[in-house]
């Protein structure tokens, strides 16, 4: 299956050597403390953040799932691509308090909130999400790619990828990670485009390929009857979904801690929220290129995960292979680092540190590095039983998604716009989502061998089970707070919108002007443009 040509290979040589240069000049700047490690020494700007926001949410798995989830079931995914505008809720609400608290992580921010119990319990469903939605994921979309372009065995090029990023993560921590994910990023963005554009001047242009894909393949909004993608399930799973991985999940919002001031950490998500608006056109539509050109007579697809290989296979000529082949490796590289340094910043942070207190900076950074070893081989572990439930990987990833994130994206709304909610409210819900969640993915596994009521739970529509899971959790964490004491006032000082003091607000006033609203508004009406073009009321 080896198809790169020579130069091909030297694109790849290059880029590496490019990679490696800018690790070796970051690990050099690095320190051996907590700060540095972990969180860069709180001194990136906008740029970097916002750069470093988009690697490291789109990984391999974007690349290879979102062209094989268009190819099977058309733009109603791109729900979740369309996640600009949670980007700048990140920035405009939850930031200021985020970079006020000066914590590393987004479980020590829940114990500020509500108390110690709460940090723990998020650390761990943080851990395993990283094991089951982020590292197998990412692992498993690389070797797949690897074996693609290169025919190295699927398990060999997992290994190989896996040691290549430990590597310089390892090594450098989180000031490594952010720098090399910004030059991972736009190769990865500018290798996707080219490839965009070559296959829309093969299946006939824009209107080519609208004239040669099933009406209902670029439809955002399925009819109720519809069994996968009903659009009342996708259009209030998918934020829920979102402003869980967006403003609360450690390896995204751990990037704008790193920022210099919340001005930069804010900048840098307006930045990452523009960028956010292309994986929908450089990595889904592929995937009804790939369609249109199989209904066309110009290509034979075997398999639906493998749209994007099979469309630069067949399309790009030798030389810009190479150019995609970088881009590919990047996006995998940015995104395994990302979670790499989260698991060591979560497990060293809010556990190990919890129980060894009195550790130094240089004994918390080896533990941190260790750390992410361990999840990594986890996460290889779990690849074989991803299958059992989806058939496609990016579904596969929302699904699994739709199961854990609920309760968290609940406690953290709740706990920022609602100060009532007191530490046993915030526990009990997470705890009974938590529960729930994990109980409707294991019974998933199994479904083929249940039936009755059991059978019925298992296979209930992911995205109504997402909302029905977001709304008993909200339920649950009001009800029992208001049957306890309320939190302390000095306990929430400054970490809700009712007890933010005037001098925070009028700090937080100061960090932005009006190109800052301006730039976000025209994000918002370049969302809504998208949705309604991607409807009945346009052109599907």
Avoid at 319 to 347: D, E, H, K, W
Avoid at 506 to 525: F, G, Q, Y
């Amino acid at each position: 299956m080896h198809f790169l040509g020579t130069i091909d290979l030297l694109f790849v040589i290059l880029y590496l050597l490019i990679i490696a240069a800018i690790s070796v000049w970051s690990i050099r700047k690095s320190k051996a403390s907590p700060s540095d490690y972990f969180l860069a020494n709180r001194n990136l700007g906008w740029w970097v953040i916002g750069a470093s926001i988009l690697a490291s949410n789109v990984g391999s798995e974007h690349i290879v799932g979102l062209a094989g989830t268009g190819a099977t079931s058309g733009l109603v995914m791109g729900h979740y691509e369309m996640h600009s505008w949670i980007v700048l809720v990140l920035g405009w609400l939850f930031v200021p308090f985020y970079m006020r608290s000066m914590v590393y992580t987004m479980p020590e921010f829940l114990e500020r909130r509500f108390n110690a119990k709460s940090r723990r319990l998020l650390s761990i469903i943080q851990l395993l999400s990283y094991v089951i939605a982020k590292a197998s994921v990412t692992i498993f979309a690389g070797a797949l790619v690897f074996n693609s372009f290169l025919g190295v065995n699927f398990w060999t090029g997992a290994i190989i990828l896996v040691v290549i990023t430990g590597i310089y993560t390892i090594l450098g921590g989180l000031h490594t990670v952010m720098y090399t994910e910004a030059i991972q990023a736009f190769v990865l963005l500018f290798g996707s485009a080219v490839l965009l554009f070559i296959g829309l001047d093969k299946v006939g242009g824009w209107h080519g390929l609208i004239n040669s894909v099933p009406k209902e393949k670029l439809n955002m909004f399925r009819p109720l009857s519809d069994p996968d993608f009903p659009w009342l399930g996708i259009t209030f799973a998918a934020p829920i979904v979102g402003v869980w991985y967006w403003c609360t999940d450690q390896h995204i919002v751990q990037r704008c801690l790193a920022g210099r001031d919340e001005r930069q950490a804010r900048r840098g998500t307006i930045f990452a929220a523009y960028l956010k608006l292309l994986p929908f056109f450089i990595f889904l539509v592929p995937g009804l290129i790939a369609v249109a050109l199989v209904n066309q007579g110009k290509l034979t697809l075997t398999d639906n995960d493998a749209a994007f290989p099979t469309l630069v296979k067949a399309l790009m000529p030798l030389g810009l292979r190479g150019l995609l082949a970088g881009g590919l490796l990047a996006a995998l590289m940015s995104s395994l680092a990302s979670v790499y340094n989260a698991c060591s910043t979560l497990f060293t942070m809010d556990i190990y540190q919890k129980m060894k207190p009195e550790a130094s900076g240089k004994e918390l950074v080896k533990v941190g590095r260790i750390a992410t070893g361990v999840v990594v081989l986890l996460g290889m572990a779990w690849i074989p039983l991803m299958s059992r439930i989806s058939g496609t990987l990016y579904q596969y990833l929302q699904s699994v998604q739709s199961y854990l994130a609920p309760p968290i994206a609940a406690v953290f709304l709740l706990g920022v716009f609602f100060k009532r909610i007191n530490g046993k409210g915030a526990l009990t819900g997470m705890v009974a989502g938590f529960i729930i969640g994990i109980i409707k993915l294991t019974l998933e596994l199994f479904q083929t061998d249940l039936t009755g009521v059991l059978h019925e739970f298992a296979t209930i529509n992911f995205l109504y089970f997402c909302i029905l899971l977001f709304l008993f959790s909200i339920a649950l964490m009001v009800i029992v707070s208001l049957l306890t004491a309320k939190p302390n006032d000095e306990q929430i000082r400054g970490l809700t919108f009712a007890t933010t003091v005037a001098e925070d607000r009028a700090a937080s006033r100061a960090s932005w002007n009006k190109w800052d609203v301006i730039l976000s508004l025209i994000v918002v009406a370049i969302v809504v443009s998208i949705f309604v073009y991607f409807s009945p009321l346009g052109i599907a």
